[in-house]
């Protein structure tokens, strides 16, 4: 039989005791119809046990919708190489994005998409539990405090999102239009370094790494 698609992302977020279960559900989840007709993969991200990180993205690529995981592209490279390079491994990281699905022709998510999507990242918040969240472009940067928020008023250290310190940052994306010389680059990689600082911060006061299950 076939499973019933999911209307109602926020009653079934809330459902979710798992971050493996919310997946499950978020697969099936058709709340925006035009972006579940046109996607191919609901990317819902990935989560390795113990992260102590979140990193949340605007909403999958190209690569992403046929991998089904995030930043695997150009963008997730760049990621890989500064997340190693301030001691943050990727398989150490959990990485998601505001909005599950591809919008068509990689357009920007509609504010209306981002707020139908957004039960199943607050459920992920909460289950990853992580010390630190990262909001990585302008789209998370919104998601986490709130609309007509921009980049350079508020990167870096931007106070809490869910009572977790919040770091606001470009997007790799940026950091790769704007070139090894420009400004998002450094941008994301002094931010990148805030994240681990912090991420060590909380280690240290809690006990060894891993030690939050």
Known sequence: MAELAVLDPAAAASAAPTVDLLAHAANRCVACADLAVTRTRVVVGDFPPGADVLLVGEAPGAQEDATGRPFVGKAGQLLDRLLDEVGLPRERVAVTNV????????????????????????????????????????????????????????????????????????????????GPRGAPLAALREDLATVAALAALAARSDGAPGDRG
Request: charged letters at 20%; one cysteine or more; proline letters at 10%.
């Open 99 to 178: 909005v599950k699905c591809r919008p068509p022709g990689n357009r920007k998510p509609r504010r209306v998409e981002v707020q139908r999507c957004r039960p199943w990242l607050e459920r992920q918040v909460l289950l990853v539990d992580p010390v630190v969240v990262c909001a990585l472009g302008g789209t998370a940067a919104e998601w986490a405090l709130g609309p007509g928020v921009r980049i350079t008023a508020v990167r870096g250290s931007a106070g809490t999102y869910a009572g977790r310190p919040l770091v606001v940052t470009y997007h790799p994306s940026a950091a790769i239009r704007f």
